[in-house]
């Protein structure tokens, strides 16, 4: 199963792609910063039209996380 994961470099997106890849899927997280993990990380802005539209062809789920943090009142 293809997950893509907006927004899933935070503490939810982890966990969420820890277990998915964990379990044999391909996961790709939509993140504003490039960072290394052990499933793929493509940059974005979710504004700016670009080559991170295609990890949705062929997804089969999108987990999408991105918008205002959890972690505030």
């Given at each position: 199963?293809?997950?893509?994961?907006?927004?899933?470099?935070?503490?939810?997106?982890?966990?969420?792609?820890?277990?998915?890849?964990?379990?044999?899927?391909?996961?790709?997280?939509?993140?504003?910063?490039?960072?290394?993990?052990?499933?793929?990380?493509i940059?974005?802005?979710?504004?700016?039209?670009?080559?991170?539209?295609?990890?949705?062809?062929?997804?089969?789920?999108?987990?999408?996380?991105?918008?205002?943090?959890?972690?505030c009142?």
């Open positions: 199963m293809r997950v893509v994961i907006p927004g899933g470099s935070g503490q939810v997106g982890m966990v969420l792609a820890r277990h998915f890849h964990a379990a044999g899927h391909e996961v790709i997280v939509l993140s504003r910063i490039l960072r290394t993990a052990p499933w793929k990380v940059v974005w802005d979710g504004e700016t039209a670009g080559g991170w539209m295609d990890a949705f062809e062929g997804a089969d789920v999108v987990i999408n996380l991105a918008g205002k943090t959890v972690n009142r």
